[in-house]
Each structure stands twice: as structure tokens, then as C-alpha cells.
């Protein structure tokens, strides 16, 4: 007969408060065993890979509607320094930008508030010794090996395709990952004042028009100067001239800007979170 | 002390309704619960198709071609019919695979209502009635700003209407039937369903460039969804010319797979509301 271990792990057994940010964080908020989440996700993914996997699919449709369709119907498009470059490789940076906003935020309202909701899997999990921080932190990295597996298949199709005419390419990768953290922050902070599903229909509202006017498929220089303006503030357009600028070249100290823009976004939304989350699981 | 309700109770009538009053009935269910819920779909309805239209019509038709696009339209002109049979296929993918499980497994409201004299059948019967008067009111609202902006060439878009409604009524009817059939609740035959079939047939069925853009040996596939067929239906009605011989095959397409969605639908309701 099988027997189960139940591995009891007494206060005693965890390990010493060493790092940075045992120190920092108020005790009973982060223990340091964030891993144990995506060790969790791991195997509660197994029986359900076809969803994580498919999700690999979707972008390459549209790479191939823009190759054999849309870009038939327009002109060569003027890149970096005045030369042309093809309809597709001026869509495909932007397609990456918005994939790993699309995952990020999905996974971070979708996922989490059915979680956090229905599933009551934090509460479970902070009556062991786990708390806020390592969940937040866990399910964070969940959602970035995710977005990680598909910005580099996606990436990869695109060198494939000829799509990339830089070096600078090698850095797309953990841009994709930086666009994912901040869009997961900010996702997870607005999840956490979520009432209901029908609130979920604003996520949509914020994002797809955002994919839709983030220059995706058609240059900046399409809208009126007000306009322009505007869309210059929206996190996917940055997301989305970052990595332009990676992919088809014309890379600039602008790039620090882009970075800062989403370094602001992982802090804030990141700071939030972590409040909101203390007074919805702790309070 | 709890108040006293009183329910007035009526005394049998010792006869049933007849199968149009039992599907409106249950067309009566879906519309109070919408009425406390419509808010939720107003943007995937109505803002969804009006984004396409501004975002693709307007801005990437501004980077098209002159001539690029069939009989010399312009990009919005030649988009604007097409997107009624595309949003009326998002809409029915949205009311046709998820409210549906939910039927038989969350709030288990068809066994509520087949618990009544009312059939499994009537209940297919007013899920379409239900998904009808919604492709009604998201494509005419779709239409009037689709004017508004300057999209619209001529009143055949009215029929463009009726053919997109038709497409999405097709489309429904078979997921209604694919939904009935799904018994994990985990949705990952709809995440399947979204990206294997409705995602690519919105990108290649003819929405945003003619199928003839497509290798040969792809078209057959085209050919095969209710959306290439709607597609040339609705562009048609607006722009001619609209041969009957073709038409009629167009519509007898939509129509077959409109008959066979339901007729499949009612056989997977029967099968899991009463056994």
C-alpha cells in the first residue's frame, strides 16, 4: 500500500532571513518560498497543456494573414534611416509587443481573480506559511515563463522569416519579458479591485483599442498631432516603438526612455498590488 | 418572525404549451438575465466591430493602395459590409459556448427548465431566438455608426444585414450543438475553438482581403466556413452584383448548416438533460 509523507516544515525549518528583501518585507508577508506557486502551477498546467501550448499558435496566424494578405494590399513601408522595409516586418515587433501584453494582463485579471475569487487558492495558501509577497511574486514568474516561452518561439519564427535586421534582436527577448512584468503588475493591482466578471469587460475596453491604436498596423504619422500625442503615452505604444526600434534598427538613447516608462509601470503596479492584496487576504 | 410571503397558486390548466410559446419563454429567461447584465457585452457586441471598422477601415486603409481593393472601392467601403458577418460570428461565439456549458453545469438552468413541460428542444429553439435578437441589435448598432462615419455606400448594407445575422445564426447553431457535447468545465475545448477556428477563419475567410490572395490549395478550406459565404453574401448585397444562381447557394450553405446546428443541438440537449 501506498503511503503518503506529509513533509511537516516547522518554523525552525525554513530557511534564515538572509536576502534583501526578507529584511525589508514585514515578517509573515514573504517567506521566501515563491517557487513553491509555480511549482504548483506546473502541475496544475500538466493535465491542461493544450491552452499554454495553442497560445504558441495564435501570433504565427497572423504573421501569415499579414504575409500572404494585408501586406499584399499595401506599400513597402520606410523603416529606420529611410530604407523600406516589408509590411510584415513593420507589423511582427509590434505583434510581439502586444502578445506578452495580451498574456501578461490576461493572466494577471483572468486568471488570478478566478483564483482569487472562486477558487479562494491565496486563502488556502496563506494558512500555510506563505504569505502576499511570495504569492504575488509566484505568480508573477509563472506568468513571465509563459510570456517567456512564446516571445521566444515568436522571435525565433521571425529570424526564421527573415524579419530581423539587427543585433540588437538578442535584447528584444527580455524586453518582451519587461513589457510582460509591467503589464502583470498593473493587471494585478486592477484585478485586486475587481467586484465581478462584468467588470472584465473594461479590461477589454483598456486593451484592445490599445492594440488597435498602438501603431500596430499602421505608422504614427497615420493620426492628427493631437493625437499622436496621446497615443505616444500609451504603455503598448512604447512597448511597441521598443521593439521596433530592436528589430528593424534604430536604436537610440529613446530605449532608456521605454525602459523607465515600464520600470515605473512594475513599481507602481507592483506597490499596489501587494496593499490591496494585503487587506483582501489579510484583513 | 419572517414575514409571511404569499404566492398566489393557479390550479393546473392540465395542458401544455405549444413548442413557439415554450421556446419564447425560454427566450423570456435569457432576456431577464441580460437585462441585468447587458452592460458587460456592450463593448464586445457593439464597440468590437466599430474599432475593427476605425482601426483597420480607417487606419490601415489610409497605407492601402489605390486599386488594391476589388472594384476600386476604398479600403473602409470594402471592409464596412464585411464586418457584419464577422462581428455577428464573434457575437455567437461569445453567446454559444460558455452560457451554454453554463446551462447544464453551473447554473444549471436547463434542468430547471426541462424540469417544466418544456423540451429540450424547445430550450435549442429559444437560445436561438435569444442569439437572433442579439445579432439583430449589436449589427444594426454596428450600422449606424458604420454611417456615421462615412462607411457606407448604398441601403443594400441593410441586406448585408440579414446576411450576416444568417452567418452568425449558422455558426451559432453548430456551436450550440459543439457546446452541449463538451463536458469539462475546464473551457479548454473553447480556448481550441477560439484559436483553431474562429481566430484564423476571421483572419483568412475574405474579412480583410479577398481570398484569392491566398495559396490555391488553402481556398477549399475558405470555402468551407460560414464566414467566406456570408462574407461574399453581405459584400454582394452592397456592392453587386448579386447573381441568383451563386446567391442561392450561398444561402442554401448558410441555411444547411443553420438546419443541421440545430437538429444536432437538439439531439445533444436530449441526450444530457434526460438521461
Known amino acids: 500500500m501506498a503511503q503518503h509523507v506529509i513533509a511537516t516544515s516547522p518554523a525552525a525549518a525554513l530557511p534564515p532571513r538572509t536576502g534583501l ?48 494578405g494585408f501586406g499584399k494590399l499595401v506599400n513597402d513601408v520606410t523603416g529606420p534611416g529611410g530604407t523600406p522595409i516589408s509590411y510584415t516586418a513593420f507589423v511582427a515587433p ?25 477558487v479562494k487558492l491565496y486563502d488556502s495558501i496563506l494558512a500555510t506559511p506563505l504569505g502576499p509577497v511570495d504569492i504575488a511574486i509566484g505568480e508573477i514568474s509563472w506568468a513571465l515563463l509563459r510570456g517567456g516561452l512564446y516571445s521566444a518561439a515568436f522571435l525565433g519564427v521571425m529570424a526564421v522569416l527573415g524579419l530581423i535586421s539587427t543585433p540588437w534582436a538578442l535584447l528584444a527577448f527580455p524586453a518582451a519579458l519587461l513589457i510582460s512584468l509591467a503589464f502583470a503588475a ?9 467586484r465581478s466578471w462584468q467588470d472584465f469587460d473594461l479590461v477589454n475596453l483598456a486593451v484592445l483599442p490599445m492594440f488597435f491604436f498602438s501603431t500596430t498596423f499602421y505608422p504614427l504619422s497615420v493620426y492628427p498631432r493631437w493625437l499622436q500625442i496621446v497615443v505616444e503615452c500609451l504603455p503598448l505604444y512604447e512597448g511597441v516603438a521598443m521593439m521596433r526600434s530592436l528589430t528593424i534598427g534604430g536604436v537610440d538613447f529613446g530605449l532608456l526612455g521605454h525602459v523607465a516608462y515600464f520600470a515605473v509601470m512594475v513599481v507602481g503596479g507592483g506597490v499596489v498590488a501587494g496593499r490591496r492584496l494585503r487587506v483582501l487576504l489579510l484583513k | 418572525m419572517a414575514a409571511e410571503v404569499v404566492v398566489p397558486v393557479r390550479p393546473s390548466t392540465g395542458h401544455t404549451v405549444g413548442t413557439l410559446r415554450a421556446s419564447l419563454l425560454v427566450l423570456e429567461q435569457a432576456w431577464a438575465w441580460y437585462r441585468r447584465n447587458w452592460k458587460a457585452t456592450v463593448f464586445s457586441s457593439v464597440g468590437l466591430p466599430v474599432l475593427y471598422l476605425l482601426a483597420m477601415g480607417l487606419g490601415f486603409g489610409s497605407q492601402v493602395r489605390a486599386g488594391a481593393v476589388p472594384g476600386g472601392l476604398t479600403y473602409l467601403a470594402y471592409l464596412a459590409p464585411a464586418l457584419l458577418p464577422a462581428g455577428a460570428v464573434q457575437t455567437a461565439a461569445g453567446e454559444c459556448t460558455y452560457p451554454i456549458l453554463s446551462g447544464f453545469e453551473w447554473s444549471k438552468i436547463f434542468h430547471g427548465i426541462t424540469a417544466t413541460p418544456v423540451t429540450p428542444g424547445q430550450v435549442v429553439l429559444g437560445q436561438l431566438w435569444w442569439l437572433l435578437s442579439r445579432l439583430l441589435v449589436s449589427g444594426a448598432a454596428y450600422l449606424v455608426v458604420a454611417t456615421a462615419v462615412g462607411a457606407v455606400t448604398g441601403p443594400g448594407i441593410l441586406l448585408s444585414l440579414v446576411f450576416g445575422v444568417l452567418t452568425g445564426m449558422a455558426f451559432g447553431a453548430l456551436l450550440i450543438a459543439f457546446a452541449a457535447s463538451v463536458r469539462s468545465t ?67 450553405y448558410l441555411v444547411a448548416l443553420l438546419v443541421t446546428g440545430m437538429l444536432l443541438a437538439r439531439w445533444r440537449f436530449r441526450v444530457r438533460l434526460t438521461r
Open chain 1, 21 to 68: 528583501l526578507l529584511r525589508v518585507v514585514p515578517p509573515g508577508l514573504y517567506v521566501g518560498r515563491a517557487r513553491t506557486l509555480v511549482r504548483r502551477a506546473m502541475l496544475t498546467n500538466r493535465r491542461s497543456w493544450l491552452p499554454v501550448v495553442s497560445g504558441l499558435v495564435e501570433p504565427f496566424f497572423y504573421l501569415l494573414a499579414l504575409g500572404v
Open chain 1, 94 to 118: 509590434a505583434l510581439l509587443a502586444s502578445s506578452a501584453m495580451n498574456g501578461a494582463v490576461f493572466d494577471a485579471t483572468f486568471n488570478i481573480f478566478h483564483k482569487l475569487k472562486y
Open chain 1, 186 to 194: 498593473v493587471g494585478m493591482a486592477a484585478t485586486t479591485f475587481m
Open chain 2, 186 to 252: 475546464s473551457g479548454n475545448a473553447f480556448t481550441a475553438i477560439f484559436r483553431f477556428v474562429v481566430v484564423p477563419m476571421s483572419l483568412f475567410a475574405g474579412t480583410f482581403f479577398p481570398i484569392s490572395q491566398l495559396p490555391a490549395w488553402v481556398r477549399p478550406v475558405a470555402w468551407l466556413t460560414p464566414m467566406w459565404h456570408g462574407t461574399e453574401l453581405a459584400r454582394g448585397a452592397e456592392f453587386g452584383p448579386l447573381p441568383w444562381g451563386i446567391t442561392l447557394v450561398h444561402i442554401a
